[in-house]
């Protein structure tokens, strides 16, 4: 057993309101300069829809993540070698109409327009070029089911039966998803990068780029199947989400964390078997959920405790694991599903599916085969395919509504339904509706600060902070 | 196995080694944390954490620090949507306005008027006296060419504006427009102060939103209160309609999907997939505007099941208490059978027509005795001399005895005649049994019926279901398009569950019900089911209305000092929806009302126009219009005292026979006479001449004499009482605005100052969405030359001082007039409508027509007065809603904490910065303040005779200070000026005070009221709620000509902007469609030709809009949604029809004013400002969509 600890989020679909307050803050705080001005480290997406950048799902097109080749587990955009001969030809980058062309304002101009014949505007100008220019795209074109039939109804996950009723106004549906890096546990990204700039923290897990190693090759950008880096053309460096590691080491969320109003993130520790992560990367498609969540631990576990500890994880590490409301989403209560696991990235965030109203009317009772997302579509973004996997998270949800309602209105028959739903009793009940309504900051984030403490600590207490800090430290 | 651990997965332990990772560290890194908000009319309310580094606000995170309520409801946090975490784009924006600004042309007229006129108002008459000159610079409001100036200049030519204007029109030709106060609650107040001093008026901004809930004062006595929305928690059974939550109450949305896990149902009334639908357990979607139709078959089948089929003791107790339903009313015969009519009262009876305010004593019957009695609470023993009578005690308010209301009367039936429209919108009376009783009246022998009688028999309760008359489950699908099963389905479990819980059924409303012409009889019947099933008054129920109410919480403080109380009486406060409606001329391009509002007979009206309700209104005292008289209000005042020797009281007789022999008039009645233009018009805190003009296009017109879009036509209407003209153009001489951003305002503004941001300045901010106050604090200092809005009016009020000096050397009398007042025995002024314009009976001010009141203005002293807090604060106390108390412990506690100024040897409390004003606010009222709280129950205790002041208990020595506040947000405490109560573990839900603690409604029974019976409303048919039906394309005449596809345009609140604010901003436009656009069906756009992001032109006769097409499964056919309010100013073309710059929605809307909200003078139809009055509906605006094939800018 090697235990490895990695800081985890789990999004819960059914509360998100689709409001991007993460992406607002995410932006504010990282990509607002030049260079960065298209990137989206936190986007939300309407789904059904297309997604940012176009497509990204459609690996056919983009060709990122990893496949079983002749048996064996490679990188779809090919072996590190293969990139490396083709280093300067990379035909599976995605490019700026995948994305769009960055737009301001001439907003000086309504202070400064001379007096004319008619109003003065502020016209839409290039980021790129300078000059006025046609908006026709952005980062969240299609929100809210907008262009639906060139959108929405392009969405892969589709089927075709679901796409053409799509087209019917009383049958529709919508959901929104909110995407970041994963910090994946077998990251394309850093396998593909030719520099090796691309590493994973060894004490929390966070996957990033090294600013100052990176050299510009980019084909981490077409190897993450998540379209989740990318590169900045100001600066020649590729950047992306970074899990707000300088919040994080001193143990405070993510800035989209943070601010998310709906309240749907939770951030935590989860502690994962590294031997066990080899033995199931090549799991079978339909099983790769269960093969994921195979490689977590039961933090409580002695045994693991004892690993752990001789991993060299700090023990508050631990107890945060143990604490952590991302276990009990994922593992325990098993609500939580990762993002096309067919990508075998095997990432690291997780989504609670969301429920919808049911589509037949004068019906406000719930039973899953009602309702207006099929359960095709949920299982098609979440669990490859496997839609029992679904089916039994929905289930769950179900049931703990159902009991809430019994207890509320002293009604046993409720009660004993969800009880039936879920599978659990009515204690864990309790504990899956606290955690998912009542939860609130402290208990939404739970995550240990980062130990850096050492033997120069005493010298460096009065260097920290200086820009020469970094030299010295060397 | 083939995969190694592999350099991929490589972990890298070694923090040392990874130096690349300062790169991010060391933006993450701030210097310091400031708390403040946004200052916007969201009412969200959110507590937010600003990042300074090197001196720059470099982003914001929400603050996650409001005191828990309960361990069982969830935290308010984090607090702050999408729109507000892209605020610092603002601060340092090229959108930003940096420096004071005057328009060129006005700039050259008046360097040339100064070089010949030493004295700046002589300097400005000289620019108002020659018309040309004046029209040169008002034709090229909108156009450009504006100039960066010094402030010197800037305040000069407002002083001189301000100065002139007073002195040769009268001070209430200048007006100022702000919204919503809570957000910021001292920015609000500067403005106003200043004209409070000098006799200006202060525009409403709720009422003209349209988001005042009619229906509210109508049923509760109540502007509007509601519950917080951790309340929504506690709801079991929550309906939504009109509200997308998600996206529009974003902070608190979290509520709704959380009380989802508890167990809560949740149900969305919604003609469209809108975002909140995703949380619906059912989605109905039921057809635009026709919510009123739904409910009443909702009402239908809960009184079938609920009270005829089954007894439901919780529900039947309730009404019985708490409602007006076992209330008496006279039946009058009539060819169809008898027709509801008023209230049956004291004075009908012999035995009790002797009693104090007999006619507003509403009568019961004795359950038990069969006899009439006279029950505690209402109007009459709320402002009777003896005290302690008026509460919700079961006793006979005359002979002391307990009692028990009788709801349904069985001793007769007769056939009632009860109104009702077809689908055509045709008139359709029914006739229906009711049970009554004859009784012996001082009229003779009259029928009664109790209200639930007749409300049994106008819903038709009892008859089948899927009979297709008014108001049964099938009778509803001909307008909702909701087949019967859903409604009764949805009727069942709504009742079914507040019987189950206490009433704990809510229903969420907003704006896409309140915007239609007919919105209170939609809301009235929705509260109907409410009060039936006993959900009104308790946590986890109610009606929960959120659309522009921002609760300021410590509201008697505020209005004292916002309103100048402290230094004169009684402020000039006017509702918006009637003064653009009148001086936008918006009045001249309609003809009769009644043309789109449907009444059973409107011979039975002598008017026929609204703006002849207006101008009945305004002179019988139910409404304010300023200006007031044709002529100066100062020279007005000079002339009575003068013909009355000084005598005041005999003045005011003097100017009501003046009035009455038409010596003297209203200028409601001249309104496009040049002495009656709004002359000087302020604009801060908001967008009022786009996303708050309504008829944006007459108000280019006329208001501000530019170019503009109006293709409608003046229709020449025959008024009964207002002097035939030409709507004027150009009226206003000067618009004045403060701004922070180049917005329409601004853009089309003579002179704007630049404001400092909400990251640069102290205010304070409280909303109805939670209990917590907490401020907005300067995180750097107002930024380039901007000042807060409390400085800038500080600075104007100097100025204007300085300038007037010399014009008015000593103090001047000013003839105010003010409508008949809420919460005051005006209340009970006008038991019958009679106009002495008709000759009925003789104008008597305060009775029969406006009250008068001189008030004296010493212009040389209005800074002085400005800065300091006036010390009648401290000897007549202050108070709100009907509850007063003494101040003068606080107003010496405030000279400490404020510091003291001097004015002719008096020491006064400082009030000269906004953090001063905002101490001041916090110190004197009872939410923060539990000593006040304390004072202010028990003057509630005297008026009620119930047991307060235990409300208090424990928190006596609460106080809460700016310092504190800043600290982390604070709970505000019980007080009687709301209806609600918090406290520990508690969520505010309104008229809980009512429920558990008998404090009456401030109605004319003192229950909430299913009926109304107002003159106006019997005549109108609205006594009870009905359906009528929608004000169609065809009756309104907008639409033009040509080819086109018709659709209602609808406005509601949108995702990438608070109204206007935020719109502009690069994230926001980045994140949407960058820049105005519509959403439309996939079938309607194809009818149309056009596609995904097409350009196309909106238009209609009020004029012209161009923008991009979003197409959409998400739309049903029929309507499209332009979401509220776009600027015209961001990547706008020109409109191929006009040639001219597309316009904004409101280029496209145009407001119809309701005649039965004009009432006044009586119980709880009596006006205050933002409280009543007809309301700027603005959703039955239809349109015609042309693709665009080319485009030019």
Redesign the interface.
């Known amino acids: 057993m090697d235990v490895?600890a990695q800081l985890s989020m789990v999004l819960h679909l059914?509360?998100c309101?689709?409001?991007?307050?993460c992406?607002?803050?995410c932006?504010?705080?990282?990509t607002?300069r030049k260079g960065t001005e298209y990137m989206w480290w936190n986007n939300v997406e309407t789904r059904p829809g297309t997604g940012y950048p176009k497509n990204w799902e459609d690996q056919g097109k983009f060709r990122g993540g990893w496949e079983i080749k002749n048996?064996?587990?490679s990188l779809k955009s090919g072996s590190k070698w293969g990139i490396l001969s083709r280093i300067f030809h990379n035909p599976d980058q995605p490019v700026m109409k995948d994305y769009y062309e960055?737009?301001?304002?001439d907003?000086?101009n309504?202070?400064?327009?001379?007096?004319?014949?008619?109003?003065?505007?502020?016209?839409?100008k290039s980021r790129i070029t300078g000059e006025?220019m046609n908006?026709?795209a952005?980062?969240?074109?299609d929100?809210?089911?907008?262009?639906?039939?060139?959108y929405?109804a392009k969405d892969p996950n589709l089927t075709e039966e679901d796409r053409v009723l799509?087209?019917e106004?009383?049958k529709?549906f919508?959901?929104y998803l909110p995407r970041l890096c994963n910090h994946c546990?077998?990251?394309?990204c850093?396998?593909a990068?030719p520099s090796?700039s691309?590493?994973?923290?060894?004490?929390d897990?966070i996957v990033?780029n090294?600013?100052?190693?990176c050299r510009a090759w980019r084909y981490c950008v077409s190897a993450c199947p998540y379209k989740k880096i990318y590169y900045n053309w100001d600066r020649g460096k590729s950047e992306k989400c970074?899990f707000?590691?300088?919040?994080s080491e001193n143990g405070e969320p993510s800035?989209c964390a943070?601010?998310?109003?709906?309240?749907i993130r939770y951030t935590g520790v989860l502690l994962y078997d590294?031997d066990r992560l080899?033995?199931v990367?090549?799991a079978p498609e339909e099983t790769l959920v269960e093969a994921l969540k195979s490689c977590i631990l039961d933090p409580s576990d002695p045994e693991v405790k004892r690993h752990a500890k001789k991993a060299?994880i700090e023990p508050d590490w631990i107890q945060a694991a143990e604490n952590s409301p991302v276990y009990a989403f994922v593992k325990e209560f098993g609500l939580a599903l990762p993002l096309h696991p067919e990508f075998r990235t095997f990432p690291m965030v997780f989504y609670v599916p969301?429920l919808?109203?049911?589509l037949r009317?004068?019906?406000?009772?719930?039973t899953m085969e009602n309702f207006r997302i099929p359960v095709k579509y949920l299982a098609s973004v979440f669990t490859a395919g496997n839609e029992a996997a679904v089916e039994d998270t929905l289930k769950k949800?179900l049931g703990?509504?159902?009991?809430?309602?019994?207890?509320?209105?002293a009604d046993k028959e409720?009660m004993e339904k969800g009880i039936s739903l879920s599978g659990w009793n009515g204690r864990e009940l309790e504990k899956a509706?606290r955690l998912?309504?009542?939860t609130?900051?402290t208990g939404r984030f739970v995550i240990p600060k980062?130990r850096?403490e050492n033997g120069s600590s005493y010298e460096m207490q009065g260097a920290e902070?200086f820009l020469d800090h970094?030299k010295n430290?060397? | 196995m083939t995969v190694k651990k592999s350099d991929h997965m490589k972990d890298i332990h070694k923090p040392a080694e990874r130096v690349g990772e300062d790169f991010y560290r060391v933006r993450n890194s701030y210097d310091k944390v400031v708390r403040s908000t946004h200052g916007v009319n969201c009412t969200g309310s959110c507590s937010w954490n600003i990042y300074v580094k090197n001196g720059i606000v470099t982003n914001e995170l929400q603050a996650v620090d409001y005191p828990q309520i309960d361990h069982d409801i969830p935290n308010y946090e984090p607090r702050g949507c999408a729109r507000g975490a892209s605020f610092s784009w603002y601060l340092y924006s090229p959108l930003r306005v940096k420096y004071p600004y005057v328009r060129g042309r006005l700039l050259d007229l008046w360097t040339e008027a100064k070089k010949r006129f030493a004295d700046p108002v002589a300097a400005w008459e000289s620019i108002m006296t020659d018309e040309s000159a004046r029209k040169s610079f008002q034709q090229a409001r909108g156009k450009g060419g504006l100039r960066r100036t010094d402030w010197d200049t800037a305040l000069d030519i407002i002083a001189a504006s301000s100065v002139y204007t007073v002195k040769k029109y009268g001070p209430d030709r200048i007006t100022g427009f702000s919204p919503i106060p809570a957000m910021s609650q001292v920015s609000y107040a500067a403005g106003a102060r200043f004209l409070q001093l000098i006799g200006g008026s202060c525009l409403s901004f709720y009422d003209w939103y349209c988001d005042l809930p009619a229906a509210s004062p109508q049923i509760w006595g109540e502007q509007t209160d509601v519950c917080e929305s951790a309340d929504w928690y506690n709801s079991m059974y929550t309906v939504l309609m009109g509200s997308n939550v998600s996206m529009t109450r974003t902070p608190d949305a979290h509520f709704l999907a959380e009380s989802r896990y508890k167990g809560t149902k949740v149900v969305v009334l919604s003609p469209d997939y809108s975002q909140a639908v995703k949380h619906a357990d059912l989605w109905v979607p039921l057809k635009k505007g026709q919510d009123a139709a739904f409910w009443l078959a909702v009402n239908n089948v809960i009184i079938n099941e609920f009270y005829n089929k089954k007894d439901t003791p919780y529900f039947r107790e309730y009404v019985k208490k708490y409602t007006d339903l076992p209330f008496l009313v006279k039946l009058e015969a009539s060819k169809d059978g008898f027709r509801a009519g008023r209230y049956l009262r004291a004075s009908d009876i012999d035995a009790l027509a002797g009693e104090e305010n007999a006619a507003w004593k509403m009568l019961l019957m004795d359950e038990t005795t069969g006899s009439l009695y006279s029950p505690k609470g209402t109007i009459g023993y709320r402002w009777a001399k003896e005290k302690g009578k008026w509460n919700l005690e079961d006793t006979d308010g005359i002979e002391g005895l307990e009692r028990i209301p009788m709801l349904s009367l069985s001793d007769e039936e007769v056939i009632l005649s009860t109104d009702g429209y077809d689908a055509g919108g045709g008139y359709a009376p029914v006739k229906r049994k009711a049970g009554a009783k004859r009784i012996k009246t001082v009229q003779g022998d009259v029928y009664v019926a109790t209200v639930f009688d007749i409300l049994k028999a106008n819903l038709g309760a009892g008859a089948d279901y899927y009979e297709n008359s008014p108001y049964t489950p099938a009778w509803q699908q001909q307008f909702t398009g909701i087949e019967p099963e859903t409604v009764i389905k949805v009727a069942r479990e709504f009742a079914e569950n507040a019987e189950k819980t206490g009433g704990r059924s809510m229903i969420i409303i907003g704006a896409g019900v309140n915007q239609w012409y007919h919105s209170d009889l939609s809301y009235r019947a929705a509260i109907m089911a409410l009060m039936l099933t006993g959900s009104v008054g308790v946590n986890g129920g109610g009606l929960a209305h959120y659309v522009g109410q921002e609760k300021v919480a410590m509201l008697s403080s505020w209005s004292a000092l916002a309103m100048a109380g402290d230094w004169c009486k009684p402020p000039r406060l006017q509702n918006a929806p009637s003064f653009w409606y009148i001086h936008s001329d918006q009045f001249r391009y309609e003809g009769s009302v009644f043309d789109y509002f449907a009444v059973p007979d409107k011979e039975k009206f002598k008017e026929q126009h609204s703006a002849d309700f207006n101008a009945k209104a305004v002179r019988l005292g139910w409404l304010p219009f300023y200006p007031q008289f044709c002529g100066s209000s100062i020279d007005a005042a000079e002339e009575v005292l003068t013909e009355a020797d000084g005598d005041k009281a005999k003045a005011m007789k003097i100017t009501a026979s003046k009035l009455k022999k038409g010596e003297m008039k209203f200028a409601a009645e001249d309104p496009d006479n040049p002495k009656n233009f709004p002359r000087v018009w302020y604009i801060w805190r908001g967008n009022a001449i786009s996303s708050s003009a309504k008829g944006h296009e007459y108000f280019l017109k006329h208001i501000l004499g530019t170019d503009h879009s109006v293709h409608a036509e003046e229709t020449g209407f025959g008024f009964e009482n207002i002097k035939d003209a030409k709507g004027a153009e150009g009226k206003v001489d000067l618009v004045v605005d403060l701004n922070f951003r180049m917005d329409t305002s601004a853009v089309y503004s003579d002179i704007i100052l630049p404001a400092a941001t909400w990251y640069e300045k102290n205010d304070l901010n409280t909303s109805d969405m939670h209990t917590f106050v907490h401020p907005l604090t300067e995180a750097v200092p107002p930024l380039w030359e901007s000042a807060g809005d409390w400085e800038i009016f500080r600075r104007i009020a100097e100025k204007f001082s300085e300038t007037a000096s010399a014009h008015f050397p000593k103090p001047v009398y000013d003839l105010v007039a003010t409508p008949l007042a809420h919460d005051s025995p005006d209340e009970i002024a006008q038991e019958n409508v009679t106009d002495w314009k008709y000759g009925h009976e003789d104008p008597v001010p305060g009775k029969t027509m406006p009250k008068l009141t001189f008030v004296e203005r010493d212009y040389g002293k209005i800074h002085e007065k400005y800065i300091t807090l006036g010390k009648s604060i401290r000897e007549n106390g202050i108070g709100a809603h009907g509850v007063s108390w003494n101040s003068g412990e606080e107003y010496d506690d405030l000279k400490k904490i404020n510091g003291s100024r001097y004015m002719e040897g008096e020491e006064m409390a400082d009030v000269s910065t906004a953090l001063k004003a905002s101490s001041a606010i916090l110190r004197l009222a009872p939410e923060g303040n539990g000593q006040v709280s304390l004072k202010a129950f028990r003057d509630l205790e005297a008026k009620t005779g119930r047991p307060l002041a235990h409300l208090v208990e424990g928190y006596e020595e609460y106080s809460v200070s700016f310092d504190e506040i800043t600290r982390q947000p604070r709970r505000i405490i019980n007080s009687p000026c709301w209806s609600g109560k918090v406290g520990k573990g508690r969520a505010y839900a309104p008229f809980t005070l009512n429920v558990e603690d008998l404090v009456p409604w401030r109605t004319l029974t003192g229950r909430q009221q299913f009926y109304l019976d107002h003159e106006m409303y019997i005549q109108a048919g609205e006594n009870l709620p009905v359906y009528k039906p929608e004000l169609d394309m065809e009756m309104l005449g907008e639409t033009e000509g040509g080819d086109g596809l018709v659709l209602n345009l609808l406005t509601p609140h949108g995702k990438w902007n608070i109204h206007s604010t935020y719109f502009d901003n690069e994230r926001m436009l980045t994140l949407s469609r960058g820049g105005q656009c519509v959403w439309l069906s996939e079938k309607d756009a194809e009818k149309a030709g056009i596609t995904d992001n097409d350009w196309l032109e909106m238009s209609n006769k009020n004029g012209n809009v161009v923008c991009r097409a979003v197409v959409s499964v998400r739309i049903p056919e029929g309507m499209c949604l332009m979401y509220h309010a776009p600027e015209r100013t961001i990547d706008v073309p020109l409109s191929p029809s006009t040639g001219k710059r597309g316009g904004v929605h409101n280029s496209l809307s145009r407001v119809r004013l309701k005649p039965t909200l004009m009432a006044g003078g009586y119980g709880q139809f009596t006006y205050y400002f933002n409280y009543w009055g007809p309301i700027g509906v603005n959703r039955e605006t239809f349109v015609k969509i042309r693709k665009l094939n080319e485009v030019r800018y």
């Not at chain 1, 960055?102 to 304002?105: D, E, K, L, R, S």
């Open positions: 490895r059914d509360k309101i689709g409001c991007h307050t992406s607002v803050t932006k504010n705080l990282w607002n048996g064996s587990l960055p737009f301001t304002y907003y000086a309504l202070t400064d327009a001379p007096e004319s014949a008619n109003q003065p505007i502020a016209r839409a006025s908006i026709e952005g980062p969240n074109w929100d809210d089911l907008g262009g639906s039939r060139e929405a799509f087209g106004f009383e529709i919508m959901m546990l077998n990251p394309a850093a396998a990068c090796g691309i590493y994973k923290r060894g004490e897990g990033l090294d600013q100052e190693k970074i707000c590691y300088p919040k800035a943070h601010s998310c109003v709906g309240r590294y080899i033995q990367l090549e060299g969301s919808s109203p049911v009317k004068a019906e406000t009772d719930m949800l703990i509504r159902s009991y809430m309602r019994g207890k509320e209105l409720l509706y998912t309504s009542l609130n900051f980062t850096r902070g970094g430290k060397r």
